[in-house]
């Protein structure tokens, strides 16, 4: 799975950094993060008590909030060193893989 974006729209990460400043885009992504988290919760609310036009609508803010921290995501990995961040991913990519194989061995 390969996170992809318009080739056309790929020079928007960069330009959003250099117009704000990685400060103000680190508040931002911050900010989503939170956004993201919320909206979870009220997902996970809605399944459990809401009616179905609930669940769909708390799902599909669920989703923008996903996007917005993809974005973002996405823009951190150009506005701090790409080779940290990717090192990062892969160790806790590399431990999930041990830990899913442990589960299945005990299983």
């Known amino acids: 799975m390969t996170q992809t974006f ?10 959003t950094i250099d117009r704000y400043g990685i400060d103000a885009q680190l508040d ?7 956004e993201l988290a919320l909206a979870i919760r009220k997902y996970k609310r809605a399944q459990k008590h809401g009616t179905d036009d609930d669940i769909f609508k708390r799902k599909h803010e669920m989703i923008r909030e996903i996007a917005d921290v993809i974005i973002m995501s996405q823009q951190m990995r150009l506005g701090l060193p ?15 893989q041990q830990r899913l194989r442990k589960n299945s061995h005990e299983s």
């Open 6 to 15: 318009p080739i056309q729209l790929e020079h928007v990460f960069q330009d």
């Open 28 to 34: 931002q992504m911050q900010e989503e993060a939170i």
């Open 82 to 96: 790409d080779i940290y961040i990717q090192s990062a991913i892969n160790e806790k990519l590399l431990r999930q």
